[in-house]
């Protein structure tokens, strides 16, 4: 069985420049979480999605976006991005959204490069 | 409001000698404990988890944690470490209600050979 996986895995941007990254959940999972892992620090919880509908947001700006589709993956959009937004960007997907001691799959994450 | 906080940010250790990686937890509410393990360019992985069972709790790859309500505490221990075991390791709280995971700044450990 395929667990989560994440594209791209390495990108690279431009300061100011959009960035889109990519989840798929493991299959019959409804529920996706977005984490930013900054080098040495541990992962910072960003968004939870359940059945498409936001349940939860971390103390992100605006800049900080994302989506839940009707076949349960997920895209983390950022705008205008920082220098500090150089990170690993973890997603995890669970099997519901209220429950909060069902197990969450980490996928490999997206390295995110802004230069 | 919960909280994490992981008392070693490194931890070195002999290849078949104990592991004891400290966690310390705050939380509003009845809590759920987990540890995670990282890999280096690998994704989180659950070693186990404390959802108000039993207090001592048994991983996986021979990892046990006990939940000690007096002392807000959650280690992570081994009984002989091996060379595998060499990884970031995550003290992870969520309080009831709450689908929020907070991570401790995490642990890295190393086994010396």
């Known amino acids: 069985d395929a667990g989560v996986t994440q594209s791209p895995t390495h990108l690279i941007k431009t300061r100011g420049q959009h960035v889109t990254l990519r989840c798929s959940p493991i299959?019959?999972?409804?529920?996706v979480s977005w984490y930013q892992q900054v080098l040495g620090q541990g992962p910072q919880f960003i968004f939870q999605?359940?059945?498409?509908?936001?349940?939860g947001r971390g103390n992100f700006p605006d800049r900080f976006s994302a989506r839940q589709f009707p076949n349960y993956s997920s895209e983390l959009n950022v705008n205008a991005l920082l220098l500090g937004d150089s990170a690993l960007y973890l997603c995890?997907?669970?099997?519901?959204?209220?429950?909060?001691?069902?197990?969450?799959?980490f996928g490999q994450g997206t390295r995110l490069t802004v230069v | 409001a919960q909280s994490v906080t992981q008392l070693d940010s490194h931890v070195s250790v002999s290849e078949g000698t104990p592991v004891l990686l400290r966690c310390n937890y705050s939380?509003?509410?009845?809590?759920?404990l987990f540890w995670y393990v990282q890999h280096p360019n690998k994704g989180l992985q659950l070693l186990l988890k404390?959802?108000?069972?039993?207090?001592l709790v048994k991983g996986i790859n021979g990892f046990e944690a006990e939940f000690k309500k007096s002392e807000t505490s959650f280690h992570l221990t081994k009984p002989s470490a091996h060379m595998s075991d060499a990884a970031e390791y995550f003290c992870?709280?969520?309080?009831?209600?709450?689908?929020?995971?907070?991570f401790g700044k995490g642990t890295k450990l190393s086994v010396i050979p």
């Open positions: 995890a997907s669970s099997l519901s959204g209220g429950k909060v001691n069902t197990e969450a799959f």
């Open positions: 404390y959802t108000s069972a039993a207090t």
């Open positions: 939380s509003s509410y009845s809590p759920s």
């Open positions: 299959s019959g999972h409804k529920s």
């Open positions: 999605y359940y059945e498409k509908e936001e349940r």
């Open positions: 992870v709280v969520s309080g009831a209600g709450s689908y929020q995971l907070t």
